[in-house]
């Protein structure tokens, strides 16, 4: 069974992720750098040549594709839940939606402006309204959302780790 982590850009889903997997002895698959790989471009350069929609569409196409793994925790990008058909994919999966406070994911997030298409020139009440626009998205395919906010990676990993010995 895979395991799948969500949430806003900055939320620490990668590191959580890669420290996760070495935790529970699975792969570690970054769907972004997936993505990266197919196009052999930056999220920002796939922005910017071929456009949001078609980032998505491969997006959504390399989500389904994890059906394949077995035993791997998967890091998806921010904007997964935008699409319904995500979403019924994520539902069918164990998903723990990391989530923290805006003020916390915008500083992370901001940090990469350059690397994030959508952040290039974003404000934070722009981030807000992202943030906001998103958030029963993430809930709606999460099994468990966890408030991040000041924990360490260390400490979500033992959390997550702990939902897997007894929840499931």
């Keep these: 069974m895979n395991i799948f982590l969500i949430g806003m850009m900055g939320s620490g889903k990668t590191s959580v992720g890669q420290l996760l997997s070495k935790y529970l002895n699975s792969t570690f698959y970054d769907l972004d ?16 040549e071929h456009g949001e929609e078609k980032f998505r569409e491969v997006e959504s196409t390399m989500l389904m594709q994890t059906e394949n793994l077995i035993n791997s925790v998967i890091s998806t990008g921010g904007g997964i839940v935008i699409k319904d058909k995500n979403r019924e994919f994520l539902k069918k999966n164990r998903v723990y939606f990391l989530n923290n406070s805006i003020e916390i994911l915008f500083k992370r997030a901001t940090k990469k402006r350059e690397q994030r298409p959508l952040l290039k020139d974003i404000t934070l009440d722009e981030f807000v309204s992202i943030y906001e626009n998103r958030m029963n998205l993430y809930q709606e395919c999460a099994n468990i959302t966890l408030n991040a906010e000041n924990k360490s990676i260390n400490e979500i990993v033992e959390e997550i780790s702990n939902h897997e010995k007894f929840s499931f």
């Design 33 to 48: 750098d997936g993505i990266e790989k197919r196009f052999n471009l930056s999220i920002r350069e796939i922005f910017k």
